[in-house]
């Protein structure tokens, strides 16, 4: 048992072993739907037919192509201000996953580092960073993004922020109760015995034996950051008009929706669903691979 | 014998201390003891008696319930009690090495073999990432890893467990310590790699001038190691002395009655000797002597005081009534 944990931290680690993970139930669909979103983010100036935030007021409402009224110029539809629905929606994707993947990665650092320093230090630092670990916890995370968004205004970086606060206490639980069982692991006993420093223990043989928690974790806030940044676009305190969010575009499409102009609402909430559905898919499958304890079963 | 012991334990006590200071559990109490340089010293004792707490008191990697309330931790002249945390770890890992009770276990599943071998050090000595890895590769050999070469950048997993053993050990002695404590190193590994993991660690002691302390509960492989014994009861060294005399002679009923449990080849008992009774609860000690309850030998004298350690030959020390001189009056038997 024990060797097959180490091999599978160890494959982990190298990322060499990509080969491994293709075996049993990897969600290619979910990762393909990633990685084409991903693509198009990279992509978008290329792919867009139309520049997402200029709009032809002569155009307004088109539908789709294929219904009575679209037009092959605007694939999708365009929108009240006559911009093209498709270029949005790619321009979109672009701001989804950098506001999702930079807040991710900002909350996963803050909450990985103070989740570390918590569990391995103990102590004052422990009590300190959970009692606002609980305190935090216990504010909703929807209505606290929504005060930091009106504290410090709309801005894409300002919501990156906002959702790295949002969210950091997630990874500071997870990763912290992880560390005291490493820490009571042998090979940290050795290192202490061997006269390590605290730092050096717990760069080297702490946070290398949580980063797969972190990474998993990451997956799975994926989808919660993308809907958290919809939300507070749709709300109006995320990223600002007339920039193409998702989230803004299902604020702008709601007042459409009674008069038969679905295509503004359904496309922009079918894409933050496909997004979130796949980060979770693949969120689940990384834990069960990367837990030995799942995986047995 | 003109030369300073390597170390010396001069009436030690470490205590654990419940939170509120209503419990105190003496884990260590009054222990004096020497050890020369290149010298093996074994310790033995039930579970629970005290050896752990000993070796980590030495090393002071005390639990932060537990606390060295007296005594003198002499390490090469100086006293190790009155350095500084920084200083400590200098010490640790350096001059005074420690192998762990599940070395199989000791070692990073994510990094290679080379990478472990090599950081003491670099933690150190400040070496170099090559130059440690070099030295890495010569660790490996002295420990008889087969082709170190190719085994420093490889993975614990890849390993069998006696070779994760040998790792563990060559670990140990990057620093080239003065003093290497092996804390029940053999109990997970299978028996003979148990006497060859012996073998390795004896070579490496003649090798390097290393001295050893052996915490072990095994009296085989303090007989087959060892040059003294010190043998501990409840938290106290009932007797400490040279193997050969102990294993001749035992002074303390303890003692004895542990080498007489241990099974024989044709031994004709038909049932294993057992010490009769439970280790003592150190929380609350018995009054007097702490094996009084479970001695075949106890007299009236044993519930009421505890023995003064009483010293049978230059460095043979005991601690039981029956070996005290006895004064004028005879004491009463039972």
């Known amino acids: 048992m024990n060797g097959g944990r180490s091999a599978t931290l160890t494959g982990a680690w190298r990322f060499a072993s990509l080969a491994s993970f293709r075996t049993e139930g990897f969600p290619l669909i979910a990762t393909s739907i990633l990685g084409v979103l991903i693509f198009v983010a990279v992509f978008a100036d290329v792919l867009a037919p139309h520049d997402p935030e200029v709009g032809r007021l002569g155009e307004r409402f088109r539908p789709p192509v294929w219904q009575q009224g679209g037009s092959e110029k605007f694939l999708l539809g365009t929108d009240h201000l006559g911009r093209d629905v498709l270029s949005r929606l790619i321009f979109g994707a672009r701001i989804s996953i950098v506001v999702g993947f930079t807040a991710v990665i900002f909350a996963g650092v803050l909450g990985t580092g103070l989740g570390i320093l918590s569990g391995f230090l103990g102590g004052w630092v422990d009590q300190v960073v959970m009692r606002v670990t609980d305190a935090w916890l216990a504010l909703p995370a929807l209505t606290f993004a929504i005060f930091l968004a009106a504290v410090v205004g709309p801005s894409a970086m300002n919501i990156v922020i906002i959702l790295g606060l949002a969210y950091w206490t997630r990874y500071a639980r997870v990763i912290r109760g992880e560390v005291l069982s490493l820490k009571e692991r042998d090979f940290v006993r050795l290192a202490i015995v061997a006269g390590c420093s605290k730092r050096t223990i717990m760069k080297r043989h702490i946070l290398p034996n949580v980063l797969n928690s972190a990474i998993v974790l990451g997956t799975l806030m994926l989808g919660v950051v993308v809907v958290t940044e919809a939300a507070l676009s749709f709300l109006g305190v995320g990223v600002p008009p007339p920039k193409p969010a998702w989230g803004l575009m299902l604020a702008d499409g709601k007042k459409g929706m009674m008069a038969g102009y679905w295509w503004l609402t359904v496309l922009p909430g079918c894409c933050i669903m496909v997004m979130v559905l796949s980060a979770n898919l693949l969120g689940d499958w990384l834990r069960v691979k990367l837990d030995p304890q799942l995986r047995q079963l | ?334």
């Open chain 2, 1 to 334: 014998m003109t030369a300073p012991p390597l170390l010396e334990l001069r009436t030690l006590s470490t205590h654990y201390v419940s939170a509120r200071g209503t419990r105190v559990v003496r884990a260590v109490d009054d222990v004096s003891l020497s050890l020369e340089a290149g010298s093996t010293l074994g310790i033995v004792g039930e579970s629970g008696s005290g050896k752990t707490t000993l070796a980590l008191t030495i090393l002071r990697l005390l639990p932060p319930a537990a606390r060295i309330m007296s005594g003198e931790i002499l390490f090469e002249g100086e006293d190790l009690r009155t350095k500084s945390d920084v200083e400590m770890r200098r010490i640790r890992g350096r001059r005074i090495a420690m192998i762990l009770q599940d070395p199989m276990a000791s070692l990073n599943p994510l990094f290679t073999i080379g990478d472990q071998v090599a950081e003491p050090l670099r933690v150190h000595e400040g070496a170099g990432r090559g130059g440690a890895w070099s030295r890495a590769k010569e660790l490996l050999k002295a420990v008889r890893i087969s082709a170190p070469e190719a085994r420093v950048r490889e993975y614990p997993h890849q390993m069998s467990g006696g070779m994760r053993q040998r790792i563990v050990g060559a670990i140990a002695i990057s620093c080239s310590p003065r003093l290497l404590i092996a804390d029940e190193p053999t109990t997970s590994l299978d028996l003979t790699i148990q006497a060859q993991y012996l073998n390795l660690l004896r070579d490496l002691q003649r090798q390097y001038e290393l001295a050893l302390i052996f915490i072990t509960h095994n009296l085989g492989i303090v007989a087959k190691m060892c040059d003294q014994v010190a043998v501990m009861y409840a938290g106290r060294l009932v007797e400490w002395g040279p193997v050969t005399h102990i294993f001749d002679a035992p002074a303390h009923p303890y003692t004895r009655a542990l080498l007489e449990s241990i099974p024989r080849m044709g031994d004709s008992r038909q049932r294993l000797t057992a010490i009769e009774g439970q280790p003592p609860d150190l929380a609350a000690p018995p009054p007097g002597c702490a094996f009084h309850p479970r001695c075949p030998q106890a007299m009236a004298q044993c519930r009421e005081e505890a023995p003064p350690e009483t010293a049978l030959a230059p460095r043979h020390t005991v601690r039981c009534w029956l070996s005290v001189p006895v004064p004028a009056q005879s004491a009463p038997v039972r």
